[in-house]
């Protein structure tokens, strides 16, 4: 239902205009919460009959320095809700690619992610090496009370 959606350029709302129905039903219908009637499924096919076709995509056309956001859960080894996450804090900032039907970055933006990265992780590592490690402070108490 969000292809047809989509390919037709609708929003939810646009579509449930077209089929005399409240957006929430689209909505239902693309979360799999609920089904459209069988009344309804007739306009829905008449819909999809009537778009053009989708031209497909050549090889040549796909950009490979384009990073889907499963590429950057493998480049960075973390979860999908934490590449949504920095997507959504735009931490690493990417964009929607109509072609793909997806969100996608560069492999330029995720280098930069990573060099701050680093470099926030060089900056926590020299303050904790300026302070005194716990384990020395516990030893130098211990020593205190004459324990060792």
Known sequence: ???L???LKLSQEGLADR???SRASVNRWEN???HPSEELLGAIKHLWAAMPPEPKPEASSERPD???QSDVMRILGVSHQR???LR???TLPFEWDEDLETWVTSEKEVDRYL???GKRLKRMDLRESSLTPKGDQNFKNADRRGEN
Do not use: A, E, F
């Open 32 to 34: 799999g919460r609920s």
């Open 66 to 68: 384009r990073l889907r």
């Open 83 to 85: 590449v949504r996450s």
């Open 1 to 3: 239902m969000q292809t």
């Open 19 to 21: 089929l005399g129905v």
């Open 115 to 117: 060099r701050r990265k």
């Open 88 to 90: 959504i804090r735009r």
């Open 5 to 7: 959606r989509r390919r």
